[in-house]
């Protein structure tokens, strides 16, 4: 059975899309990778100086992060976007072509922005890999992915894919203008 029309866009989707957020990535510092556009940006902070009720992932930096989010949404910094995305890609992956046991504490916050940008590439290469892996017939099958957070259990496969490239696509432009402004910082 061929892939369907709509996954194979969408697989077209990804591809085009970090090509252009790998472009964009290409000479990101250290200290652009954790620069706070405004006081009290969310970011990676050193584990126990969290500014958030909840922190995740596992090494010297957490991820911060608060359910249901503030209103309006904190700005976030290229750190946290990066790994926001990685995690995202990383567990969809696991419960939908993996061991499905992943959560938000085994993925590392990265130090660094190379092996950030690293951690991501790899991330939504494993997303990736389910538009490759999934077998036909099953992109249609609601519940297909077990990711215990969200609509998994409610949507097709199909649906959830568009949902996570959403994801992908939302969050490099966010990371692309934090960038610009970065550059044009006074």
């Known amino acids: 059975m061929t892939t369907p029309t709509e996954v ?7 591809d085009t899309s970090m090509e252009i ?12 990778y ?20 909840k922190a995740f992932g596992k090494g010297d ?5 608060e359910a249901p989010p503030p209103e309006p949404s904190p700005m976030r910094t290229i750190a946290w976007l990066l790994w926001h995305v990685s995690w995202g890609c ?41 538009f490759d ?14 990711f215990p957070w969200g609509l998994d259990p409610t949507l097709p496969l199909r649906d959830i894919l568009w949902w996570q490239n959403r994801e992908v696509i939302h969050h490099s432009a966010e990371v692309s203008m934090l960038r610009d402004l970065y550059a044009w910082r006074t």
Not at 24 to 31: F, M, P, Q, V
């Open 90 to 130: 990383l567990l969809r992956s696991d419960y939908t072509i993996g061991d499905r046991k992943l959560t938000q504490a085994d993925l590392e916050c990265e130090l660094t922005a190379e092996a950030a940008v690293a951690q991501l590439r790899h991330c939504v290469g494993r997303y990736r890999a389910i």
């Open 21 to 32: 957020f790998n472009d964009r990535l290409a000479g990101l510092t250290d200290e652009e």
């Open 133 to 146: 892996e999934v077998p036909a017939d099953e992109f249609a099958q609601v519940g297909r992915s077990s």
């Open 61 to 65: 930096l957490v991820f911060e992060y």
């Open 34 to 53: 954790l620069w706070e556009p405004v006081p009290g940006s969310w970011s990676l902070r050193p584990r126990g100086t969290e500014k958030t009720a």
């Open 8 to 14: 194979a866009l969408l697989a077209a989707q990804l």
